[in-house]
């Protein structure tokens, strides 16, 4: 069965500094993975996702995630955070056949400090 | 954003008493989800819809029924509201059941259960 992990349950960090954000899958087949980003009191929003091809996404809002089949991991980074990328990150993964196989990881909540 | 609007924000109700929440989408897409989000779960399915009557469960579907009348809506319904289903809700719609897909979130539903 497909199952996501993120290890991080709150991140600390101060602006201007570089982020990454870990992400750890279990799939039996090649993953479709994505990351999606929840402001306080909003729905969650896309900012990436991988099916094939180049390993290194480009997302919005600065944001890449770098797919390494050899670690099943998808994490995600930014080179320079600003205190309006704090918010909750959300790693999911899916299955190429259906979208109502989308499983979500638990969480990561970013603080930024000034 | 997507068209997506979910109705009531928040709501508080008692043990015992029946609770429907709305979710309507003004982007004409076939399938539309519902999901609970709970500390320390993530997101997680609770039942989806891939056309006008056709629905299926998810994960966590014991509890709730939903119903698909019109394309543009999809209700979730707790038939005997109970403290353990006090959660966020949200709702997603997607053009196709495609892996490659993205799911659109709502703002989302706070429901509180005394």
């Known amino acids: 069965a497909q199952s996501v992990t993120q290890p991080d349950i709150h991140i600390t960090v101060s602006e201007g500094a570089s982020l990454e954000l870990r992400c750890n899958y279990s799939y039996g087949a090649t993953p479709y993975l994505f990351w999606y980003v929840q402001s306080p009191g909003q729905g969650l929003q896309l900012l990436l996702k991988?099916?094939?091809?180049?390993?290194l996404v480009q997302g919005i809002k600065g944001f890449e995630a770098e797919f390494k089949r050899s670690q099943s991991s998808f994490n995600l980074r930014k080179p320079s955070v600003h205190w309006s990328d704090a918010a909750e990150y959300f790693c999911a993964v899916g299955a190429s056949y259906n979208t109502d196989k989308l499983i979500f990881g638990t969480g990561t909540r970013l603080q930024v400090f000034p | 954003d997507a068209g997506i609007t979910q109705s009531p924000r928040h709501k508080v109700t008692e043990t015992g008493t029946p609770v429907t929440l709305r979710c309507h989408q003004t982007?004409?897409?076939?399938?539309m989800y519902w999901y609970r989000q709970d500390p320390g779960h993530g997101l997680r399915l609770i039942h989806y819809s891939y056309g006008v009557k056709d629905t299926d469960k998810g994960e966590v579907s014991d509890g709730y029924s939903v119903s698909r009348s019109k394309t543009e809506d999809f209700l979730l319904t707790l038939e005997s509201a109970t403290s353990s289903q006090t959660s966020v809700y949200f709702c997603?719609?997607?053009?196709?059941?495609?892996?490659?897909?993205?799911?659109?979130f709502g703002p989302g539903t706070r429901l509180t259960v005394l």
């Open positions: 982007e004409n897409h076939r399938y």
């Open positions: 997603a719609i997607s053009e196709s059941r495609e892996g490659t897909d993205t799911q659109y």
């Open positions: 991988y099916f094939s091809g180049d390993t």
